[in-house]
Structure formats: C-alpha cells, structure tokens
C-alpha cells in the first residue's frame, strides 16, 4: 500500500507537475511571437501590436512559408532576414507615441506588398 | 543471421538480472517518465511554437523518439519500447484499480475483444491513415498533439470497455508495425521448458495472481513461438511459480523460421511498411515539389490523388506484383501449394528488407535534423527560454558525407537478409534446384524494390 502511495504521488509529480510548470511558464509576459506568411495566407500574425512609450517590446520572428524581412516605418533600424524554421529575436522601444507600420522587405510573393502590420 | 543459427541464451539468468527485471520500480520509473515526456509533448504541440523544428512536440517526437525506435530499439529489442511505452498507461491503471499492482477493482467492462477483429487489420488501417496525413501530422506541432491526445483517448476507451491491453494489441498504429519487425529482434521471452506449464494447472501467467497481472497482451507464454504479440511487459516473469519463463538472446530474425502462424494481416503489414517506406522517400527526401505540396495539401484533388496513390501503391501494386512473384515460382516449380499460401508464407521474407528500408530511410533525417533536439531541449516550448543553456546551438547535419554509404549498407544488408529468409522459406517444402528456382522471383522482386530505394535515398 505504501508503494502504492509511492507511486501515486511520483505520477502527479511528474505527469501533472512538470507539464503544469512549462504552462505557468509559458503564460508569464515575455516575448510576442510574431509569424511572417505571404499574404495570401494573412501576412503578419498578429498584424496590431501594442507598446506602452519607453517600453521595451521583445518579439521573436519566424516565417511560416518563405523567407520574409522584417522593418518599420519611420526608423533607421536595418531590416532584419525572417527565415522559416528558425527565430529571430529583437527588442524595440518607441521614444514618441504614434502608430508605427512594420513591413516586409523581402520580395516573397505577388502581394508582397500587402504584407503589413501596425505597432 | 536469418535462423536459428545461435543456441539462445537466457538473459535473466543471473539473478541480479532477474531481481531488477522481476522488480516493478524500473520499469514503472521509465513508463512514468515516458508518460510525462508524453504528455509534455502534447501540451508543447498546443502552446508551444508553431514552428516544427523549435517545438519539443516535433523534435522529441518525431526525430529523437523515432530515431531511439528505429534505429536502435525494434532492431534490437523488438517490443521493448512497448514494454515501457506511456499511451496504454492512464487506461491500465482505471482497468486494474492501481497503479503498481496487484490489481483491484478497476472501472473497465472487461468485455472480450471481438473474434472477427482478433487480427491486426485495424492496426494496418490504422497506420495507413495516420501515415497518409503524415506530412502534416510530422510538421505541424497542434496537429502531432492532436494525433497523441487521439492515441490516448483510444488507448483509455479500449482499457475501459475491453479487457487487458486490447489497445496495443489490436488498434495500436505503433505497435502493429514494432510487433512485425520484433521477429528479427535477437530477444525473446519463452518458456524454458513446455512441460511444467502444462503441469501447472493454474496458469497464473495467463489469469495472474498476487504478484502481478495476467498477461495484458493476452498470450498464454507457453504458446508463444514468436515476438508479434508479447509486449515484453515482463508481467509471466513475475507471476510464474515455476520460474519457467527467460528472456532469451538469440540470432537476429529467428521468428521467420516459424512456419506456424503466419497470417494475411501481417503478410499485408510487411507490404504496407515497405510501401511507405517507399513512398516517404520520395515524398520527404526526393526532389519532387509538387509530390511534397500534394502530400501536404490534405483535402484539395491534388492530396486525394496522392492519397489514391498511396492507397494503391501498398495494398494493390505492390502486394499485386508479389502475387505475380510467387505465382511464377510456383509455375517454375509446378508446385501444389495454393497461390494464397505461398503469398503469405513468402510475404515474411520480404519483412528484414522493410525493416531495413526504415533504418535506411530514418539515418537520412535522423542525422541530417537530430541538431534540433540541442536548442529544444533548452526551450521546449519555442518561447525564448534557455534552460540549459544549449538554446541558440546553430542547426548541424551530422555525418553528412557517411549517410549514403551507412543507407547502401542497410539497403544491400536487408536484400541479403530477405533473399536468405526467401530461400530457408523455399527449403521448407522443396530442395535443390527446385527450392532455389521457387525463391528465385521473390529475390528478384526484393532487388527492384532495393534498386528503387537506393535510387531515392541515395540517387
């Protein structure tokens, strides 16, 4: 009975606990994953970020299809490369409010243009 | 290899073997942590990163799992990973009322399993499902979670309604595939001697008894002669009063000398493995984009004719030039044997060659993708963590330059294996010449298949 209790208890440790932790986790503020697709299968996702003035914001970017670039409006910033299946980290902070436009600079289909999102 | 060339050897002789073997903490350690990997898993798939090769769900899965199963677990311990496997584990503890035994009173039905589904079509239709949405299901990490929590489900409902492990011996799209390749697997468990377990009026091995459950895989042990259907749960080793049951090691491939007991539904199991493994070269390896976009696409015209293809392919154009095989030796060698028997009893052969043609098809992405599992195990989740510090360890293809010569190697090694294993099935009822004349176009139908492969893996 006692290993019984034994193993009842590792079971919750284990197959409860550690998936419970990884979704704590997950669910605390951290980066914002943001997925670059041709346009035609929605282009930025999300496509409306939201940035307090002075604020840090991290985002981590990835292609879901093609290569994509990455760079806003209104900044001296140099595009960054978005590669499918791989991620990309960058912090940004916006010294003066306003609504800044982030678009892709990689030619990565006929509506490449329309691929655009707002911060 | 290919016989019964070496005198087996008991394992569990020694009896610190035997106490850790016999002891249930090992193994309930290594399934409680196969659990939780498990279920880690899904829960990465649902919240984690879209992105395939960043998420613990795809990499651990997908390429590290499949790599430990195919490369080193089937070949040389047949069913050991159903020994440890998780997915029967939530469903066997509401059945049995405990999580280490012995058992109480559960929840399950205990209903019988069905006569007409005692076989494994449903694992054969089962892969072949999973297997013709497979592009998706190994990319996508929502999708492999969705697969996983379906297995489970499955595997919790069978314990439920049905008795023992009724999941893993007839549904399991896994197990199915592990059972048919664990004949060539120099492991065994047996009786050690026939005698005392017809003796032995109690048959604690099958009905089970304070030390452990009866089989779970439903098998009386002493009837065993070959691996398909003992899940090497190890649970005879407990219960036998007589200390009747070892674990053998033996000659790779021992199982396919058995004449009894060969069946259709495995027959056709060998040609649905050898066909996907066919197929997944070409789809995943080869440099066909519009057959990768096809297999891709699920639902649109161009995915059902892939599909159609599929379908085709492993249970019409393959099992069908087989037929024209064996119909030819048998014409050769004027032989009375019915063309349906001959089929199946020369389908065997044809399992060392499939067995190969995965590890062959598995050492090309294994090697080329394993990199990933360094930065995943770092950040599971995809989410910017770097747990242990190995989180931005660039993606590196092993061995590059070795993998075509170690792919020949398993591909030449299977035809070798398989043309043996059709000639010792030929000496079976012929000799000589006419033995030799009978195996002749089942050899021949290995080599377009070995050709074929070499020129898809390798080019």
């Known amino acids: ?119 | 290899v290919g016989g019964a060339i070496v005198t087996p050897i008991d394992l569990a002789r020694a009896p610190i073997v035997k106490a850790v073997l016999r002891n249930r903490w090992p193994q309930f350690g290594l399934r409680v942590l196969a659990l939780a990997g498990f279920v880690f898993a899904i829960i990465a798939g649902l919240i984690g990163t879209p992105v395939g090769s960043h998420n613990f769900a795809i990499v651990f899965v997908w390429i590290a799992w499949w790599a430990v199963l195919m490369l080193l677990a089937v070949p040389i311990l047949g069913r050991g990973w159903c020994s440890i496997c998780p997915i029967p584990l939530p469903g066997e503890w509401l059945q049995n009322g405990v999580a280490l035994g012995p058992i109480k009173k559960g929840f399950g039905l205990n209903r019988r399993w069905p006569n007409k589904l005692r076989n494994i079509w449903l694992q054969n239709i089962a892969f072949t499902l999973v297997a013709l949405f497979s592009l998706v299901v190994l990319t996508t990490p929502s999708v492999t979670s969705i697969v996983l929590l379906a297995l489970l489900f499955m595997a919790i409902g069978a314990s439920l309604i049905f008795e023992r492990r009724s999941f893993c011996r007839y549904l399991c799209p896994v197990g199915g595939f592990i059972g048919l390749y664990s004949q060539l697997a120099p492991i065994e468990l047996r009786v050690k001697d026939m005698a005392v377990c017809a003796a032995h009026t109690q048959k604690s091995c099958y009905i089970g008894s304070a030390d452990g459950y009866g089989c779970p895989w439903n098998v009386y042990p002493a009837a065993l002669t070959k691996n398909i259907n003992c899940g090497l749960c190890l649970e005879c080793l407990r219960t036998c009063p007589e200390d009747n049951i070892v674990i053998n090691l033996r000659s790779f491939g021992a199982d396919l000398g058995q004449t009894r007991g060969r069946k259709l539904d495995e027959a056709f199991k060998a040609f649905i493995m050898l066909g996907s493994a066919v197929i997944y070269s070409a789809v995943m390896l080869g440099p066909w984009g519009a057959l990768k976009s096809a297999a891709y696409s699920i639902g649109t015209l161009n995915w059902l004719i892939y599909a159609f293809g599929f379908v085709t392919l492993i249970f019409g154009v393959l099992p069908g030039l087989f037929l024209g095989a064996v119909a030819l030796g048998n014409k050769m060698t004027q032989a009375a044997t019915s063309l349906k028997k001959t089929f199946v009893v020369y389908a065997y052969s044809l399992v060392p060659l499939g067995m190969m043609a995965w590890i062959a098809f598995s050492i090309s992405f294994v090697f080329t993708n394993i990199s990933y599992a360094w930065s995943t195990a770092s950040d599971p989740l995809g989410a910017g963590w770097n747990l242990l510090g190995t989180a931005q360890t660039a993606w590196t293809p092993y061995s590059t330059q070795s993998i075509p010569l170690l792919q020949a190697i398993a591909l030449l090694l299977g035809l070798g294996w398989s043309s043996v294993t059709a000639r010792r099935i030929a000496n079976e009822t012929q000799s000589g010449r006419s033995a030799m004349l009978q195996a002749l176009p089942v050899v021949g139908y290995c080599c377009v298949i070995t050709i074929g492969l070499l020129g898809l893996l390798i080019g």
């Not at chain 1, 019984?4 to 208890?9: H, M, Q, S």
């Not at chain 1, 994509?68 to 791989?86: E, N, Y």
């Open chain 1, 1 to 119: 009975m006692k290993s019984e209790r034994i193993a009842r208890v590792l079971i919750v440790l284990l197959v409860v606990g550690l998936p419970s932790v990884a979704v704590i986790a997950r669910s605390s503020p951290g980066a914002i994953e943001l997925h670059g697709s041709i346009a035609d299968n929605g282009g930025w996702n999300p496509a409306n970020l939201s940035v307090g003035v002075g604020q840090p914001i991290h985002l981590r970017l990835t292609s879901d299809d093609v290569m994509h670039g990455f760079a806003i409006g209104q900044s001296d910033r140099a595009p960054i490369d978005v590669s499918p299946g791989k991620m990309t980290e960058t912090t940004l902070i916006f010294d003066k409010p306003g609504k800044y436009t982030f678009y892709c600079t990689r030619w990565c289909g006929i509506k490449h243009w329309r691929m655009r999102g707002a911060i």
